[in-house]
């Protein structure tokens, strides 16, 4: 059954799961984002400390230039050496994004992180997936992507159904990060992701389907975005719970939750 560990682990690091603490500080949506600036310009570059349960890494990225889509443009993201590690990062990572009106939109791939070392690679195409919008009202449902994707791993196949959801946050005239770094005129986005994951096994000569996950949130990211600077602070945490019969049979905790934080060191 130690195949099956992997099973687990793999879909749930896919992701870069994750799930978001509330700011202490506090906040409104009284600044609805008339004077919210998002920098998109060319040589527009950001590092970032990553803290997580792998001990602390550095993530680069930046804007290299423009790039036309099925006939659009928008601004292409890249990172230093084609490495990313923080969910951040790793999301905007040979992306493209836009401003439309008071909303940037994603179009590209969302993939594992290079620094994750998975039997299994999982991309989710995106098309237009708004990430983020200025006078989003509290908790309001930006884009919804939902999917099933098949696998096969270590033998085994895999079916994932995923919805992948954006929604708007508070915004905080003046917040400090968990680093002590202060930002005046922050809004906040959050990226949820759901999922189930089952498998068919041959029992007795006959096909059986497994819950190996029933569909529930393992992921939960929020974004703390400072006015003229962008992204200042990411919390993302991995959170699953399954039956203790089938946890016992993978040898894996029944529940689990790691969290990963990101933070802005520099920019210019």
Do not use: H
Not at 56 to 68: A, E, K, P
Request: proline residues 3%.
């Amino acid at each position: 059954m130690k195949k099956k560990f992997y099973l687990l682990t793999a879909v749930f690091s896919v992701f870069l799961i994750s799930c978001s603490s509330d700011d202490s500080s506090g906040g409104d949506n009284t600044n609805q984002g008339t004077n919210f600036t998002i920098p998109l310009t060319n040589g527009k570059y950001w590092t970032y400390d990553v803290s997580g349960q792998a001990g602390t890494t550095r993530d680069s990225l930046y804007i290299s230039g423009d790039s036309l889509i099925s006939g659009i443009t928008y601004k292409r993201f890249e990172v230093k050496n084609n490495i990313a590690t923080g969910f951040y990062s790793s999301s905007l990572r040979n992306n493209g994004v836009r401003e439309l009106d008071d909303k940037l939109l994603l179009t590209g791939d969302l993939s594992l992180a290079s620094g994750q070392q998975l039997p299994i690679n999982l991309d989710v195409s995106l098309v237009d997936f708004i990430i983020f919008k200025k006078n989003a009202t509290l908790d309001e449902v930006l884009s919804t992507k939902t999917g099933t994707i098949q696998q096969t791993v270590q033998g085994y196949p895999l079916t994932i159904n995923y919805t992948l959801k954006s929604k708007g946050g508070e915004s905080i005239p003046n917040y400090t990060s968990p680093n002590g770094d202060a930002y005046t005129n922050v809004k906040t986005a959050k990226i949820l992701l759901n999922a189930s994951i089952t498998t068919v096994q041959d029992i007795g000569g006959f096909p059986v389907t497994i819950t190996i996950l029933s569909n529930q949130q393992i992921l939960a990211s929020t974004q703390y975005i400072a006015n003229n600077i962008g992204v200042v602070y990411t919390n993302t945490v991995t959170s699953y719970t399954i039956n203790q019969t089938i946890a016992d049979q993978f040898g894996v905790p029944a529940s689990d939750t790691q969290t990963q934080e990101e933070f802005l060191d520099t920019y210019n």
